[in-house]
Every structure is written in C-alpha cells, then in structure tokens.
C-alpha cells in the first residue's frame, strides 16, 4: 500500500484526516494546466464505498479551501449520485454546491455531474431539474450537460431543451434588482456558448432560440444576439441570417425624437 492508501484508510477508520489532506495536495497536480482528476475521481469512489463513514469524510472535504481537497470530496459525492438508492441524496448534496461563487469549485462539480450524464444518460438529466431553481445551479447544470461526453450519451433532446427552457426563462424573469448580481450575469453570459455546443448533437436547439427571439427584455435580446453569433459557426449563414431577421423584426422601433414632449416652462434666475 501507499502513503495515499495508508492516509485514506485512517481516515475512513475515524482517524486523523492531516496525512490524507497532505497527500492529496501532493498527488493532485493542483494548481497546475494537467491536474490529476482521474485519481482523485478514484479515490472518491472509494470514500463513496465507505458508506456512512464516506458521507462523513466527503462532507468534510468540501467544507475546506484547499481545491484538492474540495474536488476529491466533491467527486465522492457525485459517486454516491451513481448509485441509484443513494442517487436523490447524491444530487441534492452537489445541487447545493453548485451554489459557489468562486469558478474553480464549480468547474469540479460540472465534472461530476458530466461524468454522472455521460454514464446514465436521460435519467440524470430528468433530474437535474432541481438545479434550474437558482442562477449559478443553472449554470453549472447546462454546462454540464453540454460537455461532450455527456452530449454523446443522451439519447433524445427532450430533458435538455426543458433544461435551457427553464434557465431561459429564470434569466428573462430575474427581477431587475438582480441584473448585476453574479448568477444572473454568468448565466446570461454562459447560454450563448452552451447552446452552440448542444445544437451540433440536438438540431432541435436551433428552433428552440427562434421561438425565443420575440422576447422583449433588452438583457433577454443580447443573449438571444449573442447566440445568434455563436451559431452562425455551426449552423452555417443562411441559418444564422435567418435567425437575425426574426429578431431584428421583433426590436421595438427607436424612439421619433419629434414626438418628445419637451419641457415648457423656463426657469430664469430672476424669479423670486
């Protein structure tokens, strides 16, 4: 056995968790361009193994700074999630974490919920219906659902368009107090992008954004626009143009200056 095996044996058997915390820093290649995710997804299997005492030790790894720590007990997680009579309490746990405001952490759980798409397919996109509840949970579902591998594995459009319908329209009905907070706006800036990634596997997107270029909220019609863009690449110019006309058609007409009622009055400085 290794140290890593050793420290994680300790750890699981309800002792000290300080070697395992040390090894996974130095095992994990993080931070750094190629950081070993295979290795710590195996070890969070095998915490997801340990049952109750597994449960224990991932909620403590999330609970920490480190990054190394956080994905391996993130990844346990999501291999609890794989298991269908742990599969509801699975989700729940990285529907929470999905919450996160710093971008590290949430490309980790985009990873275990892409990893857990690409293995069941369909039935975990059905479910990853709780995560269109919030602006940052949305985001990390769509992006984990347009990751390649699990495009690949999902055998009909159908979970997936109700997945963009709902973030679609919790980004248009966002109350204009929220414009400037950080889910909304990565939200709105994410979709574009997911949805020319998605529509190469599922045609059926490109109707989807048609059937949505009417809509009137001026932070609505940019992401539409934006995604027009980004389709032009896929879909090819005759597509994309014909996308543009439907929503350049739909634009309230510009203000006539002359129909401006101007101020009558003039104030002067002499008046007392």
């Known amino acids: 056995m290794t140290r890593l095996d050793d420290a994680l044996e300790e750890a699981l058997a309800g002792g ?14 993080m931070p ?4 070993n995710l295979l290795l710590l997804k195996s070890l969070g299997a ?11 030790l991932s909620e ?21 999630a794989a298991n269908k009579a ?15 405001p710093v971008k590290e952490r949430r490309t980790m759980v985009v990873e275990a919920l892409a990893d857990l798409v690409a293995a069941h397919g369909d039935e975990i996109a059905v479910a990853m219906k709780r995560f269109t509840d919030g ?44 414009d400037r907070a950080q889910g909304v706006r990565i939200l709105r800036e994410s979709m574009p992008a997911q949805i020319a990634r ?11 954004v048609e059937e949505r270029a009417t809509r009137e909220r001026p932070e609505t019609r940019e992401v539409v626009a934006q995604t027009i863009a980004a ?32 101020g009558t009055r003039k104030r002067s400085r002499g008046r007392r």
């Open 86 to 100: 742990t599969r509801q309490r699975g989700l729940g746990k990285l529907h929470d974490l999905s919450d996160e």
């Open 32 to 35: 750094g361009p190629r950081p």
């Open 46 to 56: 095998r915490i997801a193994r340990a049952g109750a005492t597994g449960r224990e």
């Open 60 to 80: 403590v790894l999330v609970s920490q700074k480190s990054l190394p720590l956080y994905t391996t007990g993130v990844f346990a997680i999501g291999a609890d």
């Open 135 to 178: 602006f940052l949970h949305a985001v990390v579902a769509l992006e984990a659902l347009t990751e390649q591998r699990a495009l690949a594995r999902l055998s009909s459009p159908d979970a997936l368009l109700e997945r963009f319908a709902e973030a679609f329209d919790l980004a248009d009905d966002a109350p204009r107090a929220a």
């Open 16 to 29: 000290r968790t300080v070697a395992l915390f040390s090894e996974l820093e130095r095992v994990s290649g």
């Open 231 to 262: 389709l032009r690449k896929v879909l090819g110019e005759a597509d994309a143009d014909r996308l543009r006309k439907t929503h350049g058609e739909s634009a309230k007409p510009p203000r006539d200056p002359s129909r401006i009622v101007q």
């Open 198 to 208: 998605a529509v190469v596997r599922f045609g059926e997107l490109a109707a989807f």
